[in-house]
């Protein structure tokens, strides 16, 4: 059997290690070849290039311009949905906090309704008075608006008929008399108008009119059978 050779060629029987880091780690500088030996990085020792290093400016121009044009798309689309979002959030607040005080203002229209009773009895005075000044007063800063009218066109979206009638005053259907005041909260009927309804006369079903007109008196001294006639 052979022995395994010793010497120059494989070293004294040590492992030989050889750094091929092209980075020194001491120094953090790029090594140069040694050996003559092209660098890892291409046939001349030089570090790859960039992809763009090897097209001509105007494409690399084309490239760039693409680039930006993705990027503010991009943006421009990040900026439509905050807005959106923002317009979402701020519209739901709103709409909560309206609920909120449209159920407070409809908790107090009782209130107000004894209130304009006693202004219509003459029994609001004192300091009665003033603290129903000072409500009334903080309800219309909330928004609330009191409606209805006497004379006010009638409508079913925004009054109640309580009462119907027929008038030869009128010339379609009028509220005529105003039994409860309506209030609303911006857009939002929190309570509708009660009325009494008057309709022109000539709207009266024929079978009431004919009820409602005048009736012929019989003349006794004519024959019972002219009377007949």
Partial sequence: MTDRPTGSEFGDGEPVVRDKRRIDPETGKLREPSDGAPAAGGPSGQPPQDPSDLIGPSAQEALLTEALKERTADLQRLQAEYVNYKRRVDRDREAARELVVGTVLTELLGILDDIGRAREAGELDGAFKAVAESLERVTEKLGLV???????TFDP????????????????????????????????????????????????????????????????????DESAE
């Fill in 157 to 224: 979206r925004i009054h109640e008929a309580l009462l119907h009638n027929y008038s030869d005053e009128v010339d379609g259907p009028t509220a005529t008399m105003i039994m409860q005041p309506g209030y609303r909260l911006g857009e939002r009927i929190l309570r509708a108008a009660r009325v009494a309804v008057s309709e022109p006369t000539e709207q009266l079903p024929a079978e009431a009119a004919k009820a409602d007109g005048p009736v012929e008196s019989i003349d006794d001294d004519k024959p019972a």
């Fill in 146 to 152: 009191k409606f209805g009218e006497k004379g006010d």
